[in-house]
Nanobody, 126 residues
């Protein structure tokens, strides 16, 4: 059974950093694409980053140069390292995957993913 369990997140000041983790069970993290999404209050869910089974990555323009997605095959975990955080990064962040996808783009609709983490709040505020 596929499960995604998230950890990390919290409150950070502008310019600060956070790391989100997405621990995967049911398959190895290098088998399928895994994406990170976020949803701010009153806004639609949007793609932030994703990592393909071949290790290639994609980022939304709003986070390029500040966020880094990576995976640790030994821990079967995908990470989202977020640096130089801004108030507009405030949102609920969720990881997602689907067992039919080995590639991904951040512009893909979230509905194509079948498995989701529980979501974690990231708040950037002084």
């Amino acid at each position: 059974q596929v499960q995604l369990v998230q950890s990390g997140g919290g409150l950070v000041q502008p310019g600060g950093s956070l790391r989100l983790s997405c621990a995967v069970s049911g398959f190895t993290v290098d088998s399928y694409a895994i994406g990170w999404f976020r949803q701010a209050p009153g806004k639609e869910r949007e793609g932030v980053s994703c990592i393909r089974s071949d290790g290639n990555t994609d980022y939304a323009d709003a986070v390029k140069g500040r966020f880094t997605i990576s995976r640790d095959n030994a821990k079967n975990t995908v990470y989202l390292e977020m640096n130089n955080l801004k108030p507009e990064d405030t949102a609920i962040y969720s990881c997602a995957t689907d067992r039919f996808l080995t590639t991904c783009t951040v512009v893909a609709p979230p509905g194509i993913y079948d498995y989701w983490g529980q979501g974690t709040q990231v708040t950037v505020s002084s």
